[in-house]
Antibody, heavy 118, light 114 residues
Framework: EVQLVESGGGLVQPGGSLRLSCAASGFSVSRSYMSWVRQAPGKGLEWVSVIYSGGSTNYSDSVKGRFIISRHNSKNTLYLQMNSLGPEDTAVYYC????????????WGQGTPVTVSS | DIVMTQSPDSLAVSLGERATINCKSSQSVLYSSNNKNYLAWYQHKPGQPPKLLIYWASTRESGVPDRFSGSGSGTDFTLTVSSLQAEDVAVYYCQQYYTTPPYTFGQGTKLEIK
């Protein structure tokens, strides 16, 4: 059974950093395309970043240069290092597995909330 | 980037009645070589992760009730709930996967009971 469990969210001051984790089971993170998607309060879903099976990465313009997506293959875990955080980064962050490089997100974690506030 | 626009932003429908949600893409998401529309619908309930409902514009994900259906082609798409049930209250999003990244979603449509 595929499971995704996020952790690492919390309250952080503007300008601070946070690292989110997404522990996966039931499939291999290293052989999958994995994304982070966020939902700000009262807003819709916003794609943040993707790491492909080959290891290359991509980011939305809103986080490029501040966030870093990575994975630990032996731990089967996905990460999102978030730096220079601002109030606009306040959101619930979901990790999501892409189905066979289709662009479809077929499994999602429960999400971890991040609040950027002084 | 392909911009996805949904209408309406919110919708209240009586139990057992039909609900219709529209999604428009800023450019066609129909891939001519395989005649497939790269358009998906997700259901998002409070406190839960989003759930994939429909892909290729009209293919139901395994386990999704047949009261959910998708239609449309090119730039205009529709999600229909044929007979609204209480458990269908959620926010629904369309997403294009024709050109990624970025993966773009519509702004969401909140479906409620009248």
């Amino acid at each position: 059974e595929v499971q995704l469990v996020e952790s690492g969210g919390g309250l952080v001051q503007p300008g601070g950093s946070l690292r989110l984790s997404c522990a996966a089971s039931g499939f291999s993170v290293s052989r999958s395309y994995m994304s982070w998607v966020r939902q700000a309060p009262g807003k819709g879903l916003e794609w943040v970043s993707v790491i492909y099976s080959g290891g290359s990465t991509n980011y939305s313009d809103s986080v490029k240069g501040r966030f870093i997506i990575s994975r630990h293959n032996s731990k089967n875990t996905l990460y999102l290092q978030m730096n220079s955080l601002g109030p606009e980064d306040t959101a619930v962050y979901y990790c999501a597995k892409e189905r066979a490089a289709t662009g479809l997100f077929d499994y999602w974690g429960q999400g971890t909330p991040v609040t950027v506030s002084s | 980037d392909i911009v996805m626009t949904q209408s309406p932003d919110s919708l209240a429908v009586s139990l057992g009645e039909r609900a219709t949600i529209n999604c428009k893409s800023s450019q066609s998401v129909l891939y001519s070589s395989n005649n497939k529309n790269y358009l998906a619908w997700y259901q998002h309930k409070p406190g839960q992760p989003p759930k994939l409902l429909i892909y290729w514009a009209s293919t139901r994900e395994s386990g999704v009730p047949d009261r959910f259906s998708g239609s449309g082609s090119g730039t205009d798409f529709t999600l229909t709930v044929s007979s609204l049930q209480a458990e269908d209250v959620a926010v629904y999003y369309c997403q294009q996967y024709y050109t990624t990244p970025p993966y773009t979603f519509g702004q969401g449509t909140k479906l409620e009971i009248k």
